[in-house]
C-alpha cells in the first residue's frame, strides 16, 4: 500500500518518544545511585553509601539499606544509636524516623526493668521539630521528664505528670491531660535530650505494669485503655518499631550567601532556578527549587520547569492551583500563560479569561437585535 511503510515509522516514533510537554518522574538521587530502599525515596544530599551522599557536609546523610527485612528499610545513626527511617522531604526539611519508646515496667512494689534513653544531635544535621512533635507520657502513677540542651550551654527540662486511680476510669479517645496520659511540649534547637521517670516503684504495677514516655509526632498517638494493660503491652501493640519523630534538617556548617557575594566552595544549592533560604529550626540552610521549578536543588540541573499544562491534564486539582479559567493554558519556562480564546479578553487576574462585553452591553446589543427586524428602508418615487 503507497505510503504505508512512512505511515508506520510515524507511528512507532510516536510510541517511542512521548509528546513534547508531559511530565515525567524525575530521579531525586545522585546519579548512578539507588533512589529507594524499600519504598522509601532517598532524595539528595542523602544516599545509600558515601558515594551517594553529601558526606563531606555532614556524614549522617549517608544512610544505610537494611536487606534483613522485606522490604528492606533505611536507617541512619551510628553505631550507639541507630533508627529507622520512614520519610525524608526536601521541600520541608524534614525526615521523620522511627525511635524506640522509653518504659519502665514493675513485677513488684519495688523491682523493675527500665529503658531510658536519648540522643546527642550535635554532631548530626537533625533536630526534633518543636511544632510536629510533642513530649507525652503514658501511665497511672507516673512523671516523666525530658532533659537536654537547647544549644552547648542551655539545660532544658521539662516534663508531665500522669495519673488514674485505675483502668476503668480512663476513656479511649480522651486526650493526654493527665488521666492515663499526658504531655508537653519541647523547644526548638534541643540538640541533646533524654526522658527521666521520676520513680525506682510503682503502687500500681498490679494494673499497669509499665509505664511509657517518648517524643511523638503530633497526632500520631491517641489514648487507649489497653495501653495501661500488660507487660510492654502498648510497645507490643502499636510501637514494635519505634514511635514517629519528625526531625528538622540542615546543612548545618554554614549559611545563605550574602547578597552580592560569592557563594562559598561547599555551597549545597547548585542547581539553576534554586534558592537559599535559613533552617526551620536551629542553625544552617535549605536549598528550595524557585517558583515555577520542581525538582532536587541540591543536583546540578536538578531544578527543572513545572508543567503547568500538563499537570492541569493529569489531575483536577491542578485546576485550582494553576488557574485558567475559560482560556488556554500553555506552559512557559518557570511560569505558564492562559491565553483568551477569540470573543474572550483578560479578566485582569491573568488567570482567567471574560466575554469582550460586558453584561451592560451584551444588554444593549440585545435590545438592537430586537429591534432590527422593524426597521425597514422604503424608497420613495413621485409621480
Known amino acids: 500500500m503507497p505510503g504505508a511503510p512512512t505511515a508506520l515509522l510515524a507511528f512507532i516514533v510516536c510510541i517511542s518518544f512521548p509528546a513534547a510537554g508531559a511530565s515525567s518522574e524525575r530521579s531525586m538521587s545522585l546519579p548512578g545511585c ?33 536487606g534483613t527485612f522485606d522490604p528492606p528499610r533505611p536507617m541512619v545513626g551510628d553505631r550507639e544509636a541507630i533508627v529507622e527511617v520512614a520519610s525524608i522531604s526536601l521541600e520541608h526539611g524534614e525526615m521523620r524516623v522511627l525511635s524506640p519508646v522509653n518504659h519502665i515496667c514493675f513485677t513488684s512494689n519495688s523491682t523493675s526493668t527500665k529503658l531510658a534513653d536519648g540522643y546527642d544531635l550535635q554532631p548530626t544535621p537533625f533536630i526534633p521539630s518543636p511544632s510536629r512533635n510533642r513530649f507525652t507520657v503514658i501511665g497511672c502513677n507516673t512523671l516523666g521528664l525530658i532533659t537536654g540542651y537547647k544549644d552547648t550551654a542551655s539545660q532544658y527540662v521539662a516534663g508531665c505528670y500522669s495519673y488514674c486511680d485505675g483502668v476503668n476510669n480512663t476513656s479511649d479517645g480522651a486526650p493526654c491531660a493527665g488521666m492515663g496520659c499526658c504531655e508537653a511540649a519541647i523547644p526548638a534547637n534541643l540538640t541533646t535530650f533524654g526522658v527521666v521517670f521520676q520513680m525506682n516503684q510503682s503502687k500500681v504495677w498490679d494494673f499497669n505494669p509499665c509505664f511509657y514516655a517518648m517524643v511523638a509526632e503530633v497526632g500520631w498517638y491517641n489514648f487507649r485503655q489497653q495501653d495501661l494493660v500488660g507487660s510492654l503491652g502498648f510497645i507490643n501493640d502499636r510501637a514494635q518499631r519505634g514511635a514517629p519523630i519528625v526531625a528538622d534538617w540542615a546543612i548545618k556548617n554554614g549559611s545563605c550567601p550574602e547578597e552580592g557575594k560569592d557563594a562559598p566552595s561547599d555551597y549545597a544549592c547548585i542547581s539553576a532556578n534554586s534558592y537559599c533560604k535559613a533552617a526551620n529550626n536551629g542553625p544552617g540552610y535549605l536549598c528550595q527549587c524557585s517558583k515555577g521549578y520542581e525538582g532536587n536543588p541540591y543536583l546540578l540541573n536538578g531544578c527543572q520547569d513545572t508543567n503547568e499544562f500538563a499537570l492541569r491534564k493529569q489531575d483536577p486539582k491542578y485546576e485550582d492551583l494553576y488557574p485558567c479559567r475559560k482560556g488556554a493554558c500553555h506552559n ?16 485582569s487576574t491573568n488567570f482567567g479569561c471574560r466575554s469582550l462585553h460586558s453584561p451592560a452591553d451584551k444588554m444593549v446589543i440585545g435590545k438592537h437585535n430586537l429591534c432590527k427586524p422593524f426597521i425597514s428602508v422604503h424608497a420613495f418615487t413621485s409621480i
Request: a positive charge; hydrophobic letters at 20%.
Open 332 to 347: 512557559i519556562p518557570g511560569s505558564y500563560l492562559c491565553k483568551c480564546k477569540p470573543g474572550k479578553r483578560s479578566d
Open 34 to 66: 539507588a533512589d529507594k530502599c524499600g519504598d522509601v525515596p532517598i532524595p539528595y544530599p542523602f544516599g545509600i553509601g558515601g558515594h551517594c551522599a553529601t558526606t563531606r557536609l555532614n556524614s549522617y546523610f549517608n544512610l544505610t539499606c537494611d
